[in-house]
């Protein structure tokens, strides 16, 4: 008995000594939020946030690369990668390559993939999206300026079929970001259109030009879809000049005169000291 | 007997005893000098390994966020630019108030002051995220930002810290060119080229005088305003703690007291290490002591200045960061700073004893020290209370730990000004020789 148990002991003691490897267990799995954005009819875009359970929070993967696919992992429908920023986003533009492959379809399934890493698990997802089309019409009726939005799903013929139940937003850019100036929740109808008034009171530049925007933002079918267009329908603003004359807070060219003629007469003064002293310097090695 | 000043008793030498005794050094370079030489060296390309991983990452590898944005870079900068004005304290205010015992010191400080601007140069330029992008401050930059102004200022007092230390060389150096012969090539001929052909004659002496004295008189001013321009950067930022009109005198004399300092432990090192004990003596500790009391009473007054109105009030986010300091995260740098830094010189230094060179090179470590750290209390804690607050933000941006590439960088540049220094110290007399020549022929004539 006091033999098994002398075994016993040796046998946890070693075990205790050797060193545990979890290679594949001790590494994290990151989970990968894609989307598919297409702005205007230019251009598209991936996006993928990856993400990771790291003590109980989520934390973004930063710099890890993430390779993109069109319809399937394989030399030629790779699309590029693109590596993760601080807030574990990776954006990829898709390349020319994508419109040759993707010629005649309508229905664009993209992959992406991790590789595996040190720290973290091989892993991929993926997306499948419809062309569409997001129009905007902007028309003037009975003095009300009316923006209507439209969205269609467009077949291998390039035909138009309306999206109904779709939630667009009519949008107008502001400088610290677009404005809403449709209802909340609102959706299209069996024309795939909604539409609403162009506000009366709203600033555009100096001519009045303000950018109307239509949004269909992270649909199932669809991912983010976004056009937009300018148009001289809002207020003419007034500039403040007040940057323009000449003070503390102006630009550098509008100084105030005072404060240019006193560091100027500074910097005159004392570098015509300095040059007079290199001067004299000269002049020692003038003298025999 | 000719009786000399208790400064200058080694006058009663012969002039060529003195010209050996202070050339002695310069062809010698012992195993020591290389050491020193060599570990200096190789803390600099620690740091700047620490800089090209700064350059290749991103500011992001420091400890700089969105509150502390700026962090020991710049409190190394203003410290750097307060030793600085050294060159002037000794070169021109001393000179100008006849202190005839600073001519032996005037070379050292000047040094000192050349050494300091360089590496606050630098350092500014480190503190850069887009350091490719410095020539647009010269080329885009607003007049009306006090960041202009210091850019200025600095670069002017670096020409003028130059040609002080220069113009007052230009007989020594031809002294080197003739008296040193067993001295490589390279340093033979740069004697010869920065020497401007001096041969000794009656002109070239009235030009130097009349150069040393207009230079003399420009220093001051430049001096005091690099220090406020750089004081002005915080001044007109709306910080707590910043925000007050006692800030450019308040830095113009901690920057004296701290100069004052540092030439005190340089005078101590070069005394020893270069066999000067007859030439800087302790009688120039006593007189450096002095004025190291003197400049800190100055200080004390600036701060009580600085501090008695905010923590009368209280007032809002300013009390918030007297709170900080006085009972806070940062009491016990705080207090530590003005105890041993500013109240324990004044009270130590009245007695003789203490400024006997030993004790008063300890006392100056602990000015320097405090002068470093007090940077550190007037940058950092200030920063971390902004009168907007920034909500929701990672908790790293509420505190700031200076990260291994942030010391490694700023021990750089300590080494960097000090391997300035050991080199030329190295190359040149450390007093100047033409003007102890001057003043024992001035004896000659009063005798």
Same mark, same amino acid.
């Given at each position: 008995?006091?033999?098994?148990?002398?075994?016993?002991?040796?046998?946890?003691?070693?075990?205790?000594?050797?060193? !545990?490897?979890?290679?594949?267990?001790?590494?994290?799995?990151?989970?990968?939020?894609?989307?598919?954005?297409?702005?205007? *009819?230019?251009?598209?875009?991936?996006?993928?946030?990856?993400?990771?359970?790291?003590?109980?929070?989520?934390?973004?993967?930063?710099?890890?690369?993430?390779?993109?696919?069109?319809?399937?992992?394989?030399? @030629?429908?790779?699309?590029?990668? #693109?590596?993760?920023?601080?807030?574990?986003?990776?954006?990829?533009?898709?390349?020319?390559?994508?419109?040759?492959?993707?010629?005649?379809?309508?229905?664009?399934?993209?992959?992406?993939?991790?590789?595996?890493?040190? *720290?973290?698990?091989?892993?991929?997802?993926?997306?499948?999206?419809?062309?569409?089309?997001?129009?905007?019409?902007?028309?003037?009726?009975?003095?009300?300026?009316?923006?209507?939005?439209?969205?269609?799903?467009?077949?291998?013929?390039?035909?138009?079929?309306?999206? +109904?139940?779709?939630?667009?937003?009519?949008?107008?850019?502001?400088?610290?970001?677009?404005?809403?100036?449709?209802?909340?929740? @609102?959706?299209?109808?069996?024309?795939? #259109?909604?539409?609403?008034?162009?506000?009366?009171?709203?600033?555009?530049?100096?001519?009045?030009?303000?950018?109307?925007?239509?949004?269909?933002?992270?649909?199932?079918?669809?991912?983010?879809?976004?056009?937009?267009?300018?148009?001289?329908?809002?207020?003419?603003?007034?500039?403040?000049?007040?940057?323009?004359?000449?003070?503390? =807070?102006?630009?550098?060219?509008?100084?105030?005169?005072?404060?240019?003629?006193?560091?100027?007469? &500074?910097?005159?003064?004392?570098?015509?000291?300095?040059?007079? /002293?290199?001067?004299?310097?000269?002049?020692?090695?003038?003298?025999? | 007997?000719?009786?000399?000043?208790?400064?200058?008793?080694? %006058?009663?030498?012969?002039?060529?005893? /003195? +010209?050996?005794?202070?050339?002695?050094?310069?062809?010698?370079?012992?195993?020591?000098?290389?050491? =020193?030489?060599?570990?200096?060296?190789?803390?600099?390309?620690?740091?700047?390994?620490?800089?090209?991983?700064?350059?290749?990452?991103?500011?992001?590898?420091?400890?700089?966020?969105?509150?502390?944005?700026?962090?020991?870079?710049?409190?190394?900068?203003?410290?750097? !630019?307060? /030793?600085?004005? !050294?060159?002037?304290?000794?070169?021109?205010?001393?000179?100008?108030?006849?202190?005839?015992?600073?001519? /032996?010191?005037?070379?050292?400080?000047?040094?000192?002051?050349?050494?300091?601007?360089?590496?606050?140069?630098?350092?500014?330029?480190?503190?850069?995220?887009?350091?490719?992008?410095?020539?647009?401050?010269?080329?885009?930059?607003?007049?009306?930002?006090?960041?202009?102004?210091?850019?200025?200022?600095?670069?002017?007092?670096?020409?003028?810290?130059?040609?002080?230390?220069?113009?007052?060389?230009?007989?020594?150096?031809?002294?080197?060119?003739?008296?040193?012969?067993? !001295?490589?090539?390279?340093?033979?001929?740069?004697?010869?080229? &920065?020497?401007?052909?001096?041969?000794? *004659?009656?002109?070239?002496?009235?030009?130097?005088?009349?150069?040393?004295?207009?230079?003399?008189?420009?220093?001051?001013?430049?001096?005091?305003?690099?220090?406020?321009?750089?004081?002005?950067?915080?001044?007109?930022? =709306?910080?707590?703690?910043?925000?007050?009109?006692?800030?450019?005198?308040?830095?113009?004399?901690?920057?004296?007291?701290?100069?004052?300092?540092?030439?005190?432990?340089?005078?101590?090192?070069?005394?020893?290490?270069?066999?000067?004990?007859?030439?800087?003596? @302790?009688? %120039?500790?006593?007189?450096?002591?002095?004025?190291?009391?003197? &400049?800190?009473?100055?200080? &004390?007054?600036?701060?009580? *200045?600085?501090? %008695?109105?905010?923590?009368?009030?209280?007032?809002?986010?300013?009390?918030?960061?007297?709170?900080?300091?006085?009972?806070?995260?940062?009491? =016990?740098?705080?207090?530590?700073?003005?105890?041993?830094? %500013?109240?324990?010189?004044?009270?130590?230094?009245?007695?003789?004893?203490?400024?006997?060179?030993?004790?008063?090179?300890?006392?100056?470590?602990?000015?320097?020290?405090?002068?470093?750290?007090?940077?550190?209390?007037?940058?950092?804690?200030?920063?971390?209370?902004?009168?907007?607050?920034?909500?929701?933000?990672?908790?790293?941006?509420?505190?700031?730990?200076?990260?291994?590439?942030?010391?490694?960088?700023?021990?750089?540049?300590?080494?960097?000004?000090?391997?300035?220094?050991?080199?030329?110290?190295?190359?040149?007399?450390?007093?100047?020789?033409?003007?102890?020549?001057?003043?024992?022929?001035?004896?000659?004539?009063?005798?």
């Amino acid at each position: 008995m006091i033999a098994y148990f002398r075994i016993f002991t040796l046998v946890i003691f070693i075990g205790m000594l050797i060193p !545990v490897h979890y290679n594949a267990q001790d590494k994290l799995r990151p989970r990968l939020s894609f989307s598919y954005l297409k702005d205007g *009819n230019a251009e598209r875009y991936l996006k993928v946030k990856a993400i990771a359970r790291i003590d109980r929070k989520s934390t973004p993967i930063t710099r890890v690369p993430l390779k993109f696919y069109f319809i399937e992992i394989s030399e @030629e429908n790779f699309l590029g990668t #693109a590596e993760t920023d601080m807030d574990g986003v990776a954006q990829l533009l898709l390349p020319d390559k994508f419109y040759d492959l993707s010629k005649g379809k309508t229905e664009f399934k993209f992959i992406t993939v991790l590789e595996d890493q040190d *720290n973290y698990r091989d892993v991929d997802s993926d997306i499948t999206v419809y062309e569409s089309a997001l129009e905007l019409d902007l028309t003037e009726e009975d003095g009300e300026k009316i923006v209507k939005a439209r969205l269609f799903r467009i077949d291998s013929s390039s035909a138009k079929t309306p999206v +109904e139940d779709a939630e667009v937003k009519i949008l107008v850019a502001r400088p610290f970001g677009p404005l809403p100036i449709s209802e909340a929740g @609102e959706v299209t109808d069996e024309n795939g #259109a909604l539409s609403t008034v162009f506000p009366d009171d709203l600033p555009g530049d100096e001519t009045g030009k303000v950018n109307i925007i239509a949004s269909l933002e992270d649909s199932d079918e669809f991912g983010s879809v976004r056009t937009n267009q300018d148009i001289i329908w809002g207020l003419e603003a007034e500039f403040d000049d007040k940057t323009l004359k000449r003070s503390l =807070w102006a630009a550098g060219a509008n100084a105030p005169l005072g404060l240019l003629f006193f560091v100027n007469s &500074l910097i005159i003064a004392t570098w015509g000291i300095i040059f007079y /002293i290199i001067y004299q310097i000269f002049l020692i090695s003038k003298h025999k | 007997m000719r009786s000399y000043q208790p400064d200058f008793y080694f %006058l009663s030498k012969p002039m060529e005893k /003195i +010209e050996s005794d202070l050339l002695q050094h310069i062809p010698h370079w012992r195993k020591r000098d290389k050491v =020193w030489v060599a570990f200096l060296t190789v803390v600099i390309f620690i740091g700047i390994y620490a800089y090209y991983r700064q350059l290749r990452y991103g500011l992001v590898v420091t400890a700089m966020r969105d509150f502390t944005s700026w962090g020991i870079y710049i409190s190394n900068f203003v410290f750097f !630019v307060a /030793i600085s004005l !050294v060159g002037s304290l000794v070169s021109s205010i001393l000179r100008l108030s006849k202190a005839k015992w600073s001519i /032996i010191l005037s070379r050292i400080s000047e040094i000192i002051a050349l050494a300091s601007i360089i590496c606050a140069s630098i350092i500014i330029i480190v503190d850069m995220g887009r350091p490719d992008r410095f020539l647009n401050v010269f080329i885009y930059g607003r007049i009306q930002s006090p960041i202009i102004w210091d850019v200025i200022i600095i670069a002017t007092y670096f020409v003028i810290s130059y040609l002080l230390l220069y113009i007052s060389l230009i007989p020594d150096l031809a002294l080197c060119r003739d008296k040193l012969h067993n !001295v490589p090539k390279w340093q033979k001929a740069m004697y010869r080229i &920065l020497a401007v052909n001096w041969k000794g *004659n009656a002109q070239q002496y009235k030009i130097i005088h009349r150069v040393t004295a207009i230079l003399s008189l420009s220093v001051i001013p430049v001096a005091f305003a690099i220090h406020t321009v750089t004081s002005w950067l915080f001044s007109t930022t =709306w910080r707590p703690g910043w925000d007050s009109t006692n800030l450019g005198p308040y830095f113009v004399s901690g920057a004296l007291m701290a100069g004052a300092a540092v030439l005190i432990v340089g005078m101590y090192f070069i005394r020893n290490s270069l066999d000067l004990k007859e030439y800087i003596s @302790e009688k %120039l500790f006593d007189n450096m002591g002095k004025l190291l009391v003197l &400049l800190s009473l100055v200080y &004390l007054y600036f701060n009580i *200045n600085e501090y %008695l109105g905010p923590s009368f009030k209280m007032v809002g986010v300013e009390g918030e960061h007297i709170t900080e300091l006085f009972y806070g995260s940062y009491a =016990w740098l705080y207090w530590l700073v003005q105890i041993f830094g %500013l109240i324990l010189p004044i009270v130590v230094l009245v007695f003789a004893k203490m400024r006997k060179p030993f004790p008063l090179l300890i006392v100056s470590v602990l000015v320097i020290i405090g002068a470093w750290l007090k940077r550190f209390l007037i940058v950092i804690p200030s920063l971390q209370h902004p009168y907007l607050p920034i909500q929701d933000v990672d908790d790293s941006y509420r505190h700031y730990y200076p990260t291994w590439e942030e010391w490694a960088i700023t021990f750089a540049s300590f080494a960097g000004v000090l391997l300035i220094i050991t080199l030329l110290i190295r190359l040149i007399p450390v007093i100047p020789i033409w003007e102890l020549k001057e003043e024992k022929e001035q004896k000659n004539i009063e005798s």
